[in-house]
């Protein structure tokens, strides 16, 4: 009895510890978002789950500068995720010649892939090859407090140019008002300014031509003279006190609370920098506008100005993840699922007929600017690899701060190219 007993229980501690093994984990790492957007993405790890017996799906999150220098070393490691957080770009690039990435394009069916713009596959592939899925497109633009352009007198809509964005500028600080907050700590906010001058003084294709070496590469005219436009903005002490030890989340919730009149920013901002101000409420939506990047009165080249600069955001998978993550990738990107992240307005989707549900006005200007934008340039810093992107965002720093001449700053990027 006592043996029938034991082989009993060694019986069903086997089944169990085989029920265990046959459990997948699905890790997914993130940079950190929004409380909004942590139950979003809960919500459909549990309704994978309910369809998929033995899968678990878990979310980590990082901020930004901690999760951009811990991700390397977790791709090298055997605490790697399955699926992480991308901007694709040469960074992608990078990570899939390392061997880190997983190819995925026999894991998708073709009625899924249709449903993704040809822009968004491009940006997560490799030699043709998908390693990863867009998750949603995004644009950076001057957030405007408009009581405080009011209060100066400012017309929004008479900002075409990069000149009477300095003349707007200049207008706020005869009224006492600070014209920009900025992030300068954290640099990238900062590589914003940079990276769009070079595009609408070299045109939309300026960034490919100097990645092949043509006219200088990056030391051409045009991102010279993207230095000289940027420092000229400089000269006129547009930021406020401090900016250079403001990071981004500190300018994200100042200027929810009122602290200056344009915040350069994405899209994104739209809710968490109202989570981050004071009040925990912020700028109410009539006293919000969208301003877009100027143009250059006198380009070097021309073709630029109807260039938007921003993100095709989305995901990558690792090459140790197994096929259930895949599909659970799939599963996020469902039309479904985006057009509810449109609806709860965390993001403007990518998938093909679900920016239906769009009702935020500045989100369906954005969504509208990306459709009718000659070239979407995704952010400097991710699409020329880390090494570059980094000293993308010195240099810009260094111009905020007129600490290098813009023939520094162009042949900086050159010479972190070439050595790349």
């Keep these: 009895m006592k043996h029938t007993v034991a082989m009993a229980a060694l019986l069903a501690g086997l089944a169990s510890a085989g029920g265990a093994m046959a459990q997948t984990e699905i890790n997914v790492l993130r940079v950190t978002v929004n409380e909004e957007q942590e139950a979003y993405y809960e919500q459909i790890a549990e309704a994978f789950e309910a369809e998929h017996e033995g899968v678990n799906v878990t979310f980590e999150y990082i901020a930004n500068e901690a999760y951009k220098s811990k991700l390397p070393t977790l791709l090298q490691s055997n605490a790697r995720p399955d699926i992480f957080y991308s901007w694709g770009g040469q960074t992608l690039v990078e990570q899939a010649e390392a061997g880190f990435l997983q190819p995925i394009s026999s894991m998708l069916s073709e009625s899924f892939v249709e449903t993704i713009p040809e822009a968004g596959l491009t940006a997560y592939s490799v030699d043709g090859t998908l390693y990863g899925l867009p998750l949603y497109a995004t644009e950076v633009i001057f957030w405007t407090n408009k009581a405080l352009t009011d209060q100066a007198g400012i017309d929004l809509d008479a900002i075409k140019t990069w000149e009477d964005f300095l003349g707007a500028v200049q207008t706020l600080k005869d009224a006492d008002i600070t014209p920009i907050v900025v992030g300068g700590q954290d640099k990238w906010p900062v590589h914003f300014y940079w990276s769009y001058l070079a595009l609408r003084e070299g045109g939309k294709d300026i960034i490919s031509q100097a990645m092949a070496g043509e006219d200088g590469g990056f030391e051409n005219e045009a991102f010279v003279a993207a230095g000289e436009d940027f420092q000229e903005l400089v000269a006129l002490e547009p930021f406020q006190p401090g900016y250079m030890g403001t990071t981004y989340e500190t300018a ?135 090494s570059v992107g980094a000293t993308v965002n010195d240099i810009s720093a260094d111009l905020a701060q007129d600490a290098i001449t813009p023939e520094e700053a162009a042949a900086q990027v050159q010479e972190a190219w070439s050595f790349r």
């Excluded at 100027?294 to 095709?312: C, K, Q, R």
């Design 252 to 386: 994200s919730g100042m200027f929810a609370d009122g602290a200056g009149a344009f915040h350069l920013m994405g899209d994104w901002d739209y809710l968490p920098m109202r989570e981050r101000s004071t009040s925990g409420e912020g700028l109410p939506d009539d006293q919000l506008a969208i301003v877009n990047f100027p143009a250059i009165s006198d380009p070097v080249a021309e073709g630029g100005d109807a260039a938007t600069l921003g993100g095709i955001n989305g995901w990558a998978v690792t090459n140790s993840a197994e096929p259930e993550a895949v599909e659970f990738l799939a599963y996020m990107l469902s039309a479904e699922n985006q057009r509810e992240g449109a609806r709860q307005q965390l993001f403007i989707p990518i998938v093909k007929g679900t920016g239906d549900a769009l009702d935020n006005p500045f989100y369906a200007k954005v969504s509208k600017d990306i459709e009718d934008s000659s070239y979407h340039q995704i952010f400097l810093d991710q699409f020329l690899g880390a």
